[in-house]
């Protein structure tokens, strides 16, 4: 409604049936029209371009890397990126559309391909997962197989400790992780079929589970009763974890669905959002579950849209999915190449 401080550009009647009746005072036309020519232009500058019901859009400029992961601090709102090819963590501030990306790691810090990054439930450190891989710039054979975890305190912003994979001389690539309750990691291994841990206080990655069946395991989640994990493998689906007996038990697709393919999952109420890049359609996807922890459905939460070309990992936060939208390795096919920066673009989504 309008207030008393626009009495100078309308004036309000009631008509014989009761409704109010405003008309435009004796300057107030050519007063509403550069208004209107305002709000416009200031409506179209903020807007997402093409941004479909239900879904928003933001982007991060000048960028040439492959950005992996995306973490949102739940106190401060800041934003951290994860780059495989430049080997670094970003940071944007919450300055809005004009917010800086600034790196927030150093080049000292002697970092691989970076891949995920959480917080941990204090939020004071941010954990990322760092793999050697030939889309990273620098890379040499002498890096095959390492991987590690870093852990930088955010008060100081500095890198407090790395934690590398054994050298066995096999092939390995830390690509998601988790945190449980008590401050233990669990990361997936997309090169080796193996679930490693760096237990709450411990000073070294342990063997949790080793498993022939896994392929090539991608995205992980932990129920919310902390009694199982849900785990993405590429090439055969889901499959579900118990903690105490470490049982895997590869979860049935239901009829029509398909469950290979994805990348990044995450837990919600009633079910999980999986990241689907597998495809030719790239979609971001909603697994209700039964009691027992059985797919009983799946349906598409987001598909088709312009920018949905190279889905990477992403966080949920108050009920939508905040994902990168077009990670940029389809640019390093060749990973000697060198693509001009480019403006990636970060979709989020309802989880419900």
């Given at each position: 409604m309008l207030g008393t401080e626009y009495n100078w550009l309308v004036t309000v009647d009631r008509q014989g049936n009761g409704l109010p009746r405003a008309s435009l005072g004796?300057?107030?036309?050519?007063?509403?029209?550069?208004?209107?020519?305002?709000?416009?232009?200031?409506?179209?500058?903020?807007?997402p371009a093409s941004s479909p019901p239900g879904e928003a859009a933001w982007g991060l400029a000048d960028m040439d890397g492959i950005i992996e992961g995306i973490a949102l601090h739940p106190v401060t709102s800041e934003a951290f990126f994860s780059d495989v090819h430049n080997r670094c963590i970003w940071t944007r501030g919450t300055s809005g559309g004009h917010a800086v990306m600034k790196k927030f790691s150093a080049d000292?810090?002697?970092l691989l391909g970076v891949f995920a990054l959480k917080f941990d439930h204090e939020g004071r450190t941010l954990w990322a997962s760092s793999s050697a891989l030939p889309e990273m710039n620098g890379y040499t054979t002498a890096d095959q197989g390492r991987a590690f975890l870093a852990a930088y305190d955010l008060p100081t912003r500095q890198l407090r400790r790395i934690y590398e994979l054994p050298a066995d001389g096999r092939k390995?690539?830390?690509?998601?992780?988790?945190?449980?309750?008590?401050?233990?990691?669990?990361?997936t291994d997309s090169l080796a079929p193996i679930i490693w841990r760096l237990?709450?206080?411990?000073?070294?990655?342990?063997?949790?589970?080793?498993?022939?069946?896994?392929?090539?395991?991608?995205?992980i989640a932990l129920s919310a009763d902390q009694r199982c994990f849900f785990v993405t493998d590429y090439a055969r689906g889901i499959w579900r974890i118990d903690l105490a007996t470490r049982a895997a038990v590869l979860l049935a697709a239901p009829a029509g669905a398909e469950l290979r393919g994805l990348d990044g999952l995450y837990v919600v109420p009633g079910g999980l959002v999986a990241v689907q890049n597998g495809t030719k359609t790239h979609r971001i996807l909603r697994i209700d579950l039964d009691e027992g922890g059985a797919p009983v459905r799946v349906r598409?939460?987001?598909?088709?849209?312009?920018a949905m070309t190279d889905l990477s990992l992403g966080q949920v936060v108050q009920g939508r999915l905040h994902f990168i939208a077009d990670s940029g390795w389809l640019l390093y096919a060749n990973p000697a190449a060198t693509p001009a920066p480019r403006r990636v673009t970060i979709l989020n989504t309802p989880t419900g």
């Amino acid at each position: 409604m309008l207030g008393t401080e626009y009495n100078w550009l309308v004036t309000v009647d009631r008509q014989g049936n009761g409704l109010p009746r405003a008309s435009l005072g004796s300057s107030g036309l050519i007063t509403l029209a550069v208004a209107v020519f305002c709000f416009l232009c200031v409506s179209l500058r903020a807007a997402p371009a093409s941004s479909p019901p239900g879904e928003a859009a933001w982007g991060l400029a000048d960028m040439d890397g492959i950005i992996e992961g995306i973490a949102l601090h739940p106190v401060t709102s800041e934003a951290f990126f994860s780059d495989v090819h430049n080997r670094c963590i970003w940071t944007r501030g919450t300055s809005g559309g004009h917010a800086v990306m600034k790196k927030f790691s150093a080049d000292s810090d002697g970092l691989l391909g970076v891949f995920a990054l959480k917080f941990d439930h204090e939020g004071r450190t941010l954990w990322a997962s760092s793999s050697a891989l030939p889309e990273m710039n620098g890379y040499t054979t002498a890096d095959q197989g390492r991987a590690f975890l870093a852990a930088y305190d955010l008060p100081t912003r500095q890198l407090r400790r790395i934690y590398e994979l054994p050298a066995d001389g096999r092939k390995h690539l830390l690509g998601d992780f988790i945190l449980d309750r008590a401050g233990s990691i669990f990361a997936t291994d997309s090169l080796a079929p193996i679930i490693w841990r760096l237990a709450a206080g411990a000073d070294r990655l342990e063997k949790w589970l080793e498993f022939a069946d896994f392929k090539s395991l991608q995205g992980i989640a932990l129920s919310a009763d902390q009694r199982c994990f849900f785990v993405t493998d590429y090439a055969r689906g889901i499959w579900r974890i118990d903690l105490a007996t470490r049982a895997a038990v590869l979860l049935a697709a239901p009829a029509g669905a398909e469950l290979r393919g994805l990348d990044g999952l995450y837990v919600v109420p009633g079910g999980l959002v999986a990241v689907q890049n597998g495809t030719k359609t790239h979609r971001i996807l909603r697994i209700d579950l039964d009691e027992g922890g059985a797919p009983v459905r799946v349906r598409e939460l987001l598909s088709g849209h312009p920018a949905m070309t190279d889905l990477s990992l992403g966080q949920v936060v108050q009920g939508r999915l905040h994902f990168i939208a077009d990670s940029g390795w389809l640019l390093y096919a060749n990973p000697a190449a060198t693509p001009a920066p480019r403006r990636v673009t970060i979709l989020n989504t309802p989880t419900g």
